[in-house]
C-alpha cells in the first residue's frame, strides 16, 4: 500500500514561530512513519535551508511552481532544472496561481510536462470556483482541467492530482466527505477515460482545502483518497504533526 500523502503548502508564510522551531518539533514527529510520507513546500528562498535541515529524515521537499523553460531571460521565474537539486515535488496550477497570476491550462500542461521531464513530481492542482459550483459546473471545470494539464505527458506514473474547491481554501470549511469522494471519482474516471487504465492506477489523488487535525479522519478514511494538501494548518507545527500522527494511528 503506498503511503498516505501530507503535503504542506506554506505559501509566502513561514511558519508561526520561525522554521528551526518547527523543524525541530516536527521532525522527530514525523519521520519514517509506517503509514504517512510527509512533504514540505516553503517559499523558494527557504528550500536550500530545508532541504539541509531535512537531510536524513524521509520528508520530501518541494516547491510551489516552476517556469516550463530550463533557463532564459525570464525574471522573477525558477526552472525545474534548479529545482531538481532540491526538491522532489512541485506544486502546479494552485488556485492562487491561476486567479492571481492567470495562469491557462495550457501553461499549466507546459509545466507539467518539464517537471516530468527533469524527474519532479507534479502535484496538479485543479478545482471549480463557488460560482461554477452553484452553476453545477463543478464537474466540468474540473475535468476539462485535467485534460489539458495532462494532454503533455504520457508517463503518469509520478503524477499527484490534489483536488482543491477554492471554496474551501482558507476558508475554514472543508468540503464534504461526500463532495470529496463523488469529485475524486470523477477525477479518476476522468484519467482512465482519456489516459488509459494504467495511468489511473498510478495517479494519486489528495484533498486540499480547510484540512485539520479535526477533520482528517473523516477526510482520509474515504475510497481511493491517497492523502492531503495542507495550507494554513501546516503552518503551526503542533497542527500540521497532529494531522501526520493521526494518520498513521487511524490506517494501523
Ligand atoms: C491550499 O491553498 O493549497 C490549501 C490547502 O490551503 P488551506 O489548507 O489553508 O485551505
Known amino acids: 500500500m503506498d503511503k498516505k500523502l501530507v503535503i504542506a503548502n506554506w505559501k509566502m508564510n513561514i511558519p508561526n514561530e520561525g522554521i528551526d522551531h518547527f523543524l525541530k518539533s516536527v521532525i522527530p514527529e514525523i519521520t519514517d512513519l509506517q503509514y504517512v510520507q510527509p512533504g514540505i513546500c516553503p517559499p523558494y528562498l527557504f528550500i536550500p535551508k530545508l532541504f539541509e535541515l531535512l537531510d536524513n529524515s524521509s ?5 510551489q511552481n516552476l517556469h516550463y523553460e530550463d533557463n532564459g531571460a525570464f525574471t522573477g521565474e525558477i526552472s525545474a ?22 495562469e491557462t491550462d495550457e501553461e499549466i500542461s507546459r509545466k507539467i510536462q518539464t517537471a516530468t521531464q527533469c ?6 492542482c485543479v478545482g471549480e470556483n463557488i460560482t ?3 452553476n453545477n459546473l463543478s464537474n466540468k471545470i474540473v475535468t476539462s482541467q485535467l485534460i489539458t494539464g495532462l494532454s ?3 508517463n503518469f506514473n509520478k503524477l499527484i ?3 482543491e474547491p477554492l471554496w474551501a481554501i482558507g476558508s475554514g470549511n472543508a468540503a464534504t466527505p461526500n463532495d470529496i469522494e463523488l469529485m475524486v471519482k470523477v477525477i479518476r474516471q476522468v484519467i482512465t477515460e482519456r489516459f488509459g487504465i494504467e ?7 489528495i484533498y486540499g482545502g480547510s484540512v485539520s487535525e479535526n477533520n482528517i479522519t473523516k477526510i482520509i478514511t474515504l475510497p481511493n483518497m491517497d492523502g492531503v494538501l495542507v495550507g494554513n494548518a501546516s503552518l503551526d507545527p503542533l497542527q500540521y504533526s497532529n494531522i501526520v500522527k493521526n494518520i498513521e494511528t487511524i490506517i494501523t
Open 59 to 63: 520528508v520530501l521537499l518541494g516547491a
Open 81 to 102: 532544472q534548479l529545482l531538481k537539486t532540491y526538491c522532489s515535488l512541485v506544486i502546479i496550477g494552485h488556485s492562487e496561481r491561476r486567479r492571481l497570476f492567470h
Open 152 to 154: 503533455k505527458i504520457n
Open 161 to 163: 492530482v490534489a483536488y
Open 199 to 205: 495511468s489511473q492506477n498510478s495517479v494519486r489523488i
Open 132 to 134: 461554477e459550483r452553484k
Open 119 to 124: 524527474n519532479l513530481t507534479p502535484i496538479l
